[in-house]
């Protein structure tokens, strides 16, 4: 594991998925199958693009009591992916439970990270809505301790929180980021983001992009774009 981008593959359907890929002639991206690609076609595509020789970190984002958290992360610990994900804010019970049902009987697992706040949320919904008043960062800060005490690899958090986030739970807990744009891009949904160059010079380990990639004239250029600010 290393500083890499992540394309979130963000598809309603296996064929569109696999034209996508079928672009990249000369690399094999890290890929992310997030929720409405697993809805749609279920754990076969993730076996699929695994067969084409695709690292994956399965975002199904859990949330549930620990228990049932637990038998859901059992029948996941089946595929061979590398990163799974589930929401901090279920708390450290839950969180400890995950691990517990993803941890193979030969001990082997894949790196589980949490979702601390969302890269949608900003300091004004999250006190409105969720009444949660503390400063975002805070709240980051605390969840991803919260991740670490429970024995968790990493946070899913923006680029804008992985300095501080490697500074109070150490070097080697992993920042994975969405909320990714390159300069003078469309936001869309997201309010938390800044641009490859700039997660690189803040420390996050992984960059998450999906629609500035997928919805590129040339997806291949502007993962390579990524790669160059990001890793390079
Ligand atoms: O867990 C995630 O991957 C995730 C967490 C988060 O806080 N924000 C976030 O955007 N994501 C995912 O990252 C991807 C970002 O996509 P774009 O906004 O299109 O680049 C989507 O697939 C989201 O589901």
Do not use: W
């Not at 900003?122 to 301790?145: C, F, G, K, N, T």
Request: net charge neutral; glycine share 8%.
């Amino acid at each position: 594991m290393g500083k890499d981008v992540i394309i979130a593959l963000d598809f309603d359907s296996r064929e569109k998925t696999l034209a996508f890929l079928d672009r990249f002639t000369e690399e094999k991206p890290f890929v992310k199958v997030g929720m409405e690609l697993f809805y749609a076609e279920g754990p076969a595509i993730v076996r699929e693009i695994r067969r084409r020789g695709h690292r994956i970190f399965l975002d199904l984002k859990l949330h549930d009591i620990p228990n049932t958290v637990k038998k859901a992360m059992a029948a996941l610990s089946a595929l061979d992916v590398d990163i799974i994900n589930l929401h901090a804010a279920g708390t450290a019970a839950m969180m400890t439970a995950a691990l517990e049902g993803l941890t193979r009987p030969d001990g082997t697992r894949p790196l589980l990270i949490a979702v601390t706040q969302l890269t949608s949320t900003d300091q004004e919904r999250m006190e409105r809505e969720l009444l949660i008043h503390a400063p975002l960062e805070e709240v980051v800060l605390s969840y991803a301790s919260n991740a670490a005490a429970a024995g968790l690899d990493g946070v899913v958090c923006s680029p804008l929180e992985a300095g501080a986030i490697h500074r109070r739970c150490g070097a080697s807990f992993l920042t994975v980021t969405p909320g990714v744009r390159f300069a003078g891009g469309d936001a869309g949904d997201q309010k938390r983001v800044t641009t490859p160059a700039k997660a690189r010079e803040l420390g996050s380990d992984y960059i998450v992009v999906g629609r500035p990639i997928t919805q590129a004239e040339n997806p291949v250029a502007a993962y390579r774009r990524c790669v160059r600010e990001f890793v390079d």
